[in-house]
């Protein structure tokens, strides 16, 4: 591309600022400036349907006219749009932002450029500012007009309704009407206007900000959403249509989506001639790799969507803008183009650091003037933009001028991420497009790739983006639940023993945790002699990153040894157990638990020597831990089979149970030992969340390391192989998380009957308060995909909660009533037959409970009919019938004899569960799949309140509960600590801490005090603990699952 290398300066080397546009140079490099000469004027059509003319010279990049436009906008996220036309021959391609306008706008005077949405997130929560949201309803609008975005009649009505109440406000059928009639959305607007309007009458209230968030939920679910299509024929000379998506590309037939190949499937691009081919990656079960060829009109289509691929590949899928290639000395082959500009992922970073000033803009179309963000998004420092009052611009650029649109970091050739976007932060409210976390790796592809030659290879995917996260200030609001704790024996405490005197509400009891091994008798360690020992660590941060994969690969091993060790030792004195299932459990568990002992000998070895522990005089070489974890990655590959089968062996063990009394009795007992500290089938999936685990160290690594260090390559290395590992088992991730979890539930409800079905999905489950002829009386609620069923707990030994009732979500309707009621909080739900009032503890807790009904609602139209009856009435037929007769004080007991698992369950009163139906609060299947992802180990040190001196503990952090070992060779915990209901904070200096990295734990009257040996371990300790004290939003944390695909 003729770049001219340029090396730092002095000034660049010792932290002067340099002026810079959005870099696609090396770190320390500086482009030529914006070159000068003749003005050329060329006008831009903007989305609100207002042109705009701009002048730029004539020589200037593309890149220099796109940030002339985000400026004239105030639009920090411009990396999602670009700039359109219609090149000589009447083909609309994007304008590169690397050439000269001059050399692409042949007759500007003649040319409307057209300023679009380019590349569409998967998820539209992702766009962090209020006038991003806005610009992309505004494509969606268009799209619709013109004919793109096809969809049915009740979703284009529902999209319209919400563009007419972000444009004139609240329902009024006269000016409805009236404003439909001048307006047309849609072709064949006319027969839909009676449906828009009755749609319109349901938004009454709702801001225009808030419109559009509701418009882009809805128009992401389409299947044309963002969708470009691009003729094409196949081998058999089919007509089809290409796109390319964030996902990968996709094959149309018509409007149709009949094939899509994922980014992770993908192993090159290229075209010839008019042939556009796409080589897949080998499929697992066969030796050859498939190159599928399709046939476009001619060549410049068919480079021209060759350049989109290389795009959204790079921006979705890439860390950071890619290197560009070196130019050869003789003779080129192939296209140089390549992606220029920040990723998603520079994006997502730059706007969470929240580097630029939050203002006000206005709505071109709209009568109401939006001043306040989305309420239901969190907040920004960026949620508004500039208030615009120009109505044209020009824009000049003379000699030695910078593009607009950015200065650049102040960075030498070291500088991280970041470091850059901290330089990003101190410039001020200055232009807003400049990089953050535009540090490029030695390691990294480029994605500029030739026309034959391969553009995806083994490349790192960007980081999935995590949950907003709440300050330090008390997150929740007032529990309804004392504290738990474990006996007064200590070590003989029963299994999962709870840090609280009793469930009870009503129970008060003194001090908690009044085991020897726990309380402050137990010999505390010595403040000095703690100190001591934690200045001899290493400070790096790659050192206590390391060393999380060291504390949670004990963990982890502990976990794998209670199916290879404990539960197989039980089944051995025991033939219950058909001899296939136990031929698909436990050979496809010893040779992981065989491999992650040898990994964890490896990574211990290898702090030893970085802690300098067996020899001193090392430096440098040891001090990493890429290559440990590239080499065992690519070890894990040849052990993808036995993955492969724990999906197999859970359902296989679950079917096993139902048909079995015998084995249902003997999985009952095992998980009553007090090594089984989860439900037994969690175990079974241990190993698929582990691989998501080494999945956001690596991203860490990555982040944390400048391109530079000698350990940066392995690291992305790595990282590029167990991202391919994890996309591969996504689908069956989720899947089996939503299959244990409704087992798990089955477990904890008695009346109910094939609750297990394809199809059914767990939503959330929660306390709410039923109100009656009695007045307001606590039920718990189970919210699925189909319906919604409400319980009570029964008064038996089992502490199950009995099913009173159901409602199917097919025609369900839901308001809410607190006037017509005098009940803060309250919903009215009604069902084809059956209404029922119910009122949450808090208004939060509510707007979940309401987000998520009415989300389910959505899908059970969507669905073929009316759930299924599963209310049991009598005993399953496989049980027998004696089961049934053990019992005869009430009806709670009758029904919950319905098995012995169920009947005899004593442990089942500690589940998540009864710590909602006792807290008073909720958690959704979104915060269980979050909790997954947060999993944490390693030791902290723990003081009382009214204590003095610190204990050192093994704390172990899964599913919302801390888990308390005296060392990490104990088999089983001494305790456990759930954490919903519970506020995360830093103590204030009147509680007399005067300790670093100490956080503090209370509910009620019971406060702990917790003491990490580092700044990252603290941070990562309140990272995982915030997760589970305050449940993520419910769009945010999908978005976060969904990037595991990518």
Not at 109 to 119: A, D, L, S, T
Not at 132 to 160: E, M
Not at 198 to 219: K, R, V, Y
Request: with cysteine; charged share 25%.
């Amino acid at each position: 591309m003729g770049e001219i290398e340029q090396r730092p300066t002095p000034g660049s080397r010792l932290g002067a600022p340099e002026n810079s546009g959005i870099s696609t140079l090396e770190h320390g490099q500086k482009p030529p400036p914006t070159p000068s000469g003749k003005l050329m004027s060329i006008k831009i059509q903007m989305l609100d349907d207002t042109q705009e003319a701009f002048e730029v010279p004539q020589r200037a990049p593309g890149k220099v006219l796109l940030d002339a436009v985000c400026n004239h906008l105030n639009l920090v996220e411009g990396d999602y749009f670009g700039l359109e036309f219609p090149d000589h021959k009447k083909i609309t391609v994007w304008l590169d932002l690397l050439k000269p306008i001059v050399k692409q706008i042949r007759r500007p005077k003649h040319v409307v450029v057209k300023f679009v949405v380019k590349f569409f997130p998967p998820d539209h929560t992702q766009l962090q500012e209020e006038l991003t949201r806005y610009l992309f309803a505004l494509q969606v609008k268009q799209d619709l007009a013109q004919g793109r975005l096809t969809c049915n009649d009740t979703s284009a009505a529902l999209l319209i309704s919400h563009i007419v109440q972000s444009e004139i406000g609240d329902f009024d059928e006269a000016s409805d009407r009236e404003h439909l009639a001048k307006n047309k959305y849609i072709p064949q607007q006319d027969a839909l206007e009676d449906k828009i309007v009755e749609f319109h009458h349901n938004h009454i209230g709702q801001t225009p900000a808030e419109s559009d968030f509701q418009l882009l939920e809805i128009a992401r679910r389409l299947e044309m959403y963002g969708i470009r299509l691009h003729p094409a024929k196949d081998r058999e000379g089919t007509k089809i249509n290409l796109a390319v998506a964030n996902t990968g590309i996709l094959v149309f037939q018509g409007f149709t989506k009949i094939n899509a190949f994922n980014w992770a499937k993908v192993r090159k691009l290229s075209f010839k001639r008019k042939r556009f081919l796409i080589k897949l990656r080998p499929d697992v079960n066969s030796s050859y790799q498939d190159t599928l060829e399709f046939l476009m009109a001619s060549r410049d289509f068919c480079k021209s969507f060759w350049k989109i691929c290389v795009e959204h590949h790079a921006f979705f899928r890439l860390f950071e803008e890619p290197k560009p290639k070196p130019k050869p000395v003789l003779f080129s082959r192939g296209s140089s183009f390549r992606f220029s500009g920040r990723t998603q992922k520079q994006v997502l970073d730059y706007v969470k650091e929240g580097g630029h000033k939050k203002v006000q803009f206005e709505r071109k179309h709209s009568k109401i003037h939006s001043i306040r963000s989305l309420a239901t998004q969190p907040s920004e420092p960026n949620s508004e933009v500039l208030k615009q009052t120009q109505q044209s611009v020009s824009v000049t650029l003379g000699e030695g001028s910078e593009p607009p649109g950015g200065q650049s970091c102040p960075q030498g050739g070291d500088v991280t991420a970041a470091s850059a976007e901290d330089a990003e932060r101190q410039r001020g409210p200055g232009p807003s497009r400049s990089p953050a976390g535009s540090a490029k790796g030695d390691g990294a592809s480029g994605a500029a790739a030739e026309e034959d030659e391969e553009l995806v290879k083994d490349r790192p995917q960007q980081s999935r983006p995590r949950p907003p996260q709440p300050s330090t200030g008390s997150l929740t609001g007032s529990p309804h639940l004392s504290e738990l704790s474990i006996n007064s024996q200590g070590g003989t405490a029963p299994t999962n023993a709870i840090l609280s005197p009793n469930l009870s509400p009503d129970t008060k009891q003194a001090s908690p945790l009044v085991s020897p091994l726990l309380n402050d008798q137990a010999g505390p360690r010595a403040e000095d002699e703690d100190d001591g020992r934690r200045k001899r660590f290493p400070t790096d941060k790659a050192y206590f990153i390391a060393k999380e994969v060291s504390t949670t690969e004990r963990t982890y091993l502990k976990d794998l040894e209670v199916i290879t060790s404990w539960f197989q030792s039980t089944v051995s004195k025991d033939d219950s157990m058909p001899e296939t299932l136990k031929s698909l459990i436990f050979p496809n568990f010893e040779p992981l638990h065989k491999f992650h002992t040898n990994f964890l000998k490896e990574i211990e070895q290898r702090l030893a020597l970085w802690e300098g522990r067996s020899n001193a005089h090392i430096r440098g070489d040891y001090q990493r831990i890429g290559d440990v974890m590239l080499k065992n990655i690519q070890g894990m590959k040849q052990l993808a089979a036995h993955l492969w089968k724990h999906s197999e062996a859970l359902e296989a063990l679950e079917t096993g149970i139902r048909g079995s009394r015998r084995l249902e009795g003997l999985c009952r007992d095992f998980e009553l030992q007090k090594v089984c500290y989860l439900p037994l089938n969690t175990f079974l999936l241990r190993p698929l969340h582990r691989l998501m685990h080494y999945k956001q160290v690596l991203e860490r690594l990555c982040k944390h390391y400048p391109p530079s260090h000698t350990d940066f390559r392995d690291c992305r290395a790595a990282l590029a192989e167990i991202t391919e590992m994890v996309a591969q088992l996504h689908g069956t991730m989720i899947k089996m998380e939503n299959f244990q979890k409704l087992h798990e539930l089955k477990k904890d409800l008695i009346g109910v009957d094939n609750l297990v079905i394809p199809g059914r999905e767990f939503i959330r489950l929660g306390s709410l308060s039923k109100l009656s002829g009695k007045g307001l009386q606590q039920r718990m609620f189970f919210l699925f995909n189909d319906v919604l069923l409400y319980t009570s707990r029964g008064l038996t030994a089992s502490n199950q909660f009995k099913v009173h009732g159901q409602l199917p979500l097919y025609g369900m309707t839901m308001e809410e009533s607190e006037e017509e009621w005098g009940v803060p909080h309250c919903l009215t739900l009604r069902g084809q037959r059956q209404s029922i009032v119910v009122a949450a503890s808090s208004r939060p807790e509510m707007d979940k409970w309401v987000e998520d009904i009415q989300m389910a609602i959505d899908l059970a139209e969507k669905s073929s009919g009316p759930a299924p009856e599963f209310l049991a009435s009598s005993p399953p037929d496989n049980k027998s019938p004696e089961e049934a007769a053990g019992d005869q004080e009430s009806e709670d007991d009758l029904s919950a004899s319905r098995t012995s698992l169920e009947r005899q369950a004593p442990h089942r009163g500690n589940t998540m569960v009864h710590v909602c139906w006792h807290r008073n609060t909720s958690v959704s299947m979104v915060d269980f799949s979050v909790a997954v992802e947060n999993q944490l180990s390693g030791n902290l040190l723990r003081k009382f309140k009214n204590s003095n001196g610190w204990q050192k503990l093994w704390v172990v952090f899964t599913n919302f509960c801390l888990f308390f070992y005296k060392s990490h060779q104990d088999n089983h915990p001494l305790a456990s600590l759930p954490l919903l209901g519970y506020s995360l904070t830093i103590p204030s200096e009147s509680e007399d801490i005067h300790k670093d990295y100490v956080f503090k734990l209370h509910f009620k009257s019971h406060v702990y005090y917790f003491r990490a040996e580092s700044e990252y371990t603290f941070e990562r300790w309140m990272e995982v603990i915030r997760s589970a004290t305050s449940s993520a939003s419910r769009a945010h944390a999908l978005s976060h699952k969904e990037s595991h695909m990518y």
